[in-house]
T-cell receptor
């Protein structure tokens, strides 16, 4: 079975500071990992994904994520946060042994203060 | 523009009154699915479809039905809505393939009174 954990309900960071949103996963096969962002009253927007290859993945809006197989983690990062980054962030995993279903974490609310 | 379109965006209904939420995608995706989003629970999959006439239950299918008569459309049907189905619903589509990202609709906020 596949699962995702986002251990923080909320992350607060000052504008200009680096941000990290944490995600750990559990799969039986190989993981396909995704990050999505949700702004108020909007659907989920795809940010980035890890399939294979380089452990550091770059995505939209300056975000990147680091895949760590030994720690089964896929943390989302950004070197310098913007107030406009404030949103709800979801990590998701698809297990290579489990078809196409995406399993989502519970989400982390990011608040960037001026 | 590539998109997933859901309608309606907002819906208030009464217990027991059948309703349908429509979903359409213009990307020729084989895989489509429905999720519900509840505070503190994240997104949970209700039903999914691998292709036309192929549907299957997700994690929380009770009280819902779906159909996939055409590749682009995947409506969600609540035959007899109950208050515990008050939620935010998302339709998503993707190409088949483990590493393909899903595209989401704007969401339908359903309130059952």
């Amino acid at each position: 079975a596949q699962s995702v954990a986002q251990p923080e309900d909320q992350v607060n960071v000052a504008e200009g500071n680096p941000l990290t949103v944490k995600c750990t996963y559990s799969v039986s096969g190989n993981p396909y990992l995704f990050w999505y962002v949700q702004y108020p009253n909007r659907g989920l927007q795809f940010l980035l994904k890890y399939i294979t290859g380089d452990n550091l993945v770059k995505g939209s809006y300056g975000f990147e994520a680091e895949f760590n197989k030994s720690q089964t983690s896929f943390h989302l990062k950004k070197p310098s946060a913007l107030v406009s980054d404030s949103a709800l962030y979801f990590c998701a995993v698809r297990d290579s042994n489990s078809g196409y279903a995406l399993n989502f974490g519970k989400g982390t609310s990011l608040l960037v203060t001026p | 523009e590539a998109q997933v379109t859901q309608n309606p965006r907002y819906l208030i209904t009464v217990t027991g009154k059948k309703l349908t939420v429509t979903c359409s995608q213009n990307m020729n995706h084989e895989y489509m699915s429905w999720y519900r989003q509840d505070p503190g629970l994240g997104l949970r999959q209700i039903y999914y479809s691998m292709n036309v006439e192929v549907t299957d239950k997700g994690d929380v299918p009770e009280g819902y039905k779906v159909s996939r008569k055409e590749k682009r459309n995947f409506p969600l049907i609540l035959e007899s809505p109950s208050p515990n189905q008050t939620s935010l619903y998302f339709c998503a589509s993707s190409l088949q393939g483990g590493g393909t990202e899903a595209f989401f609709g704007q969401g339908t906020r359903l309130t059952v009174v």
